[in-house]
């Protein structure tokens, strides 16, 4: 895990801004991250997640499905976070981007590549 792998310009939430942001019960915001809905890192001492993780208020819906796809490849959460940050030549961009985008088959048919 390194942090020049992550775009400097990367914002990371922390659970206390999880909680304001998702506007949810510490309780729900913990059980989404167990539930693998969301996915952090403990890497500039707190335990926080890329901001760019949220759409509207919610987890990115198409995000769960990657990471498990990532995790059954082997991957580590800091891999994953890793992977889904950084430019993917495969994908033209940073997977993270193109899930937003709506192109989650294509994200995952190239993580499934990985294992």
Known sequence: MTDDIVPASTRWLTLPDLVEVLHEPLGRVRRLLDDKHLIGSRRRGAFAVPEIFIVDGHPLSSLRGT??????????????????????DSIGQAPISALRQGRKSEVRRVAQTLA
Not at 68 to 85: C, M, P, R, S, Y
């Open 67 to 88: 990471i498990i796809v990532l995790q059954d490849a082997g991957f580590t959460d800091d891999e994953a976070i890793d992977w889904l940050l950084s430019e993917e």
